[in-house]
């Protein structure tokens, strides 16, 4: 099972005319996967600062795009969600607790909010030299990537400590690690090798070596010996019913 069907589990769609909203929706991998499950919800939202829904999404009558910045009040009356997820957008937040405030706001008494994040700094590729590996990592990691405006590689471990500053009760916590064999260009392993080997930029002599560790990443995929995994921590917060 991947990364979207897992979040879809654990927003627990246990009855028929929930309302969700995807905050930080982009692609709608998460949405798609929702809306797939055994009792779909009635009504996504499908949140973003950028319009990235592919379109079997976005011509999903059940799905309500919005664009909105999600460093301002959410775009939802107070109470009026069911469920939320929040997957792998906390890191790019000005302030994560104030998001985890909103979220509380809009949802009913009673509603989940699924809080997911990708812990960068555990990203494990298999590749022929570890040593460049963890210097490319530990680069990746604290390299703010040109399309954002902040990044933290290791939100993932500290959704704990943001969720034991809200109003939220814990339900559980999960971790996983999200595992990908191919490197195909586009694929979500090459995505990440190519966020690594921009992190290098400003240095032309590492940036070499990560152009060489790149083609290793993919002789190694064409040889069947490729994998890339990182840890995905997810946790399952309610609103107290009263
Ligand atoms: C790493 S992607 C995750 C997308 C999706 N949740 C997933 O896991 O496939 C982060 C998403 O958060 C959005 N995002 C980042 N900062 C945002 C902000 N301040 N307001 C709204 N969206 C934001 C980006 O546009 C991007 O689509």
């Known amino acids: 099972m ?4 897992r979040i879809a589990e654990l927003v627990h769609l246990d009855r028929p005319g929930l309302e969700v909203a995807d905050l930080g929706a982009g692609q709608g991998r998460t949405v798609r996967a929702m809306l797939h499950a055994a009792t779909p919800p009635a009504r996504v939202h499908a949140v973003d600062a950028a319009s990235g829904l592919d379109d079997e999404v976005l011509h999903d009558a059940r799905v309500r795009s919005l664009l909105a910045d999600l460093d301002e009040p959410l775009p939802f009356a107070d109470a009026s969600l069911d469920r939320a997820v929040s997957l792998n957008v906390a890191e790019h937040l000005a302030d994560p607790t104030r998001h985890l405030a909103e979220c509380y706001r809009v949802l009913r008494p009673g509603g989940l909010l699924v ?8 990203a494990l590729f298999a590749s022929p030299d570890d040593a460049l590996t963890r210097l490319l990592v530990d680069r990746f990691v604290s390299t703010v990537p040109r399309h954002a405006e902040r990044a933290d590689g290791f939100m993932g471990r500290k959704l704990l400590g943001l969720a034991t500053r809200s109003e939220f009760e814990l339900v559980s916590a999960d971790t996983w690690a999200d595992c990908h064999r191919r490197f195909d260009q586009g694929s979500v392993s090459w995505k990440i090798a190519m966020g690594v080997l921009a ?11 990560a152009t060489t560790w790149v083609e290793g990443l993919g002789q190694l995929a064409a040889e069947g010996k490729f994998l890339f995994a ?3 921590v997810a946790l399952v917060l309610r609103r107290p019913a009263s």
Not at 2 to 5: A, D, M, Q, V, Y
Not at 199 to 209: C, G, H, I
Request: hydrophobic content about 25%; glycine content about 4%.
């Open 115 to 122: 809080l997911a994040h990708s812990d960068w700094d555990t």
């Open 230 to 232: 990182v840890t995905d």
């Open 199 to 209: 992190a290098t930029k400003d240095d032309p002599e590492l940036s070499a070596r």
């Open 2 to 5: 991947g990364r979207h069907e």
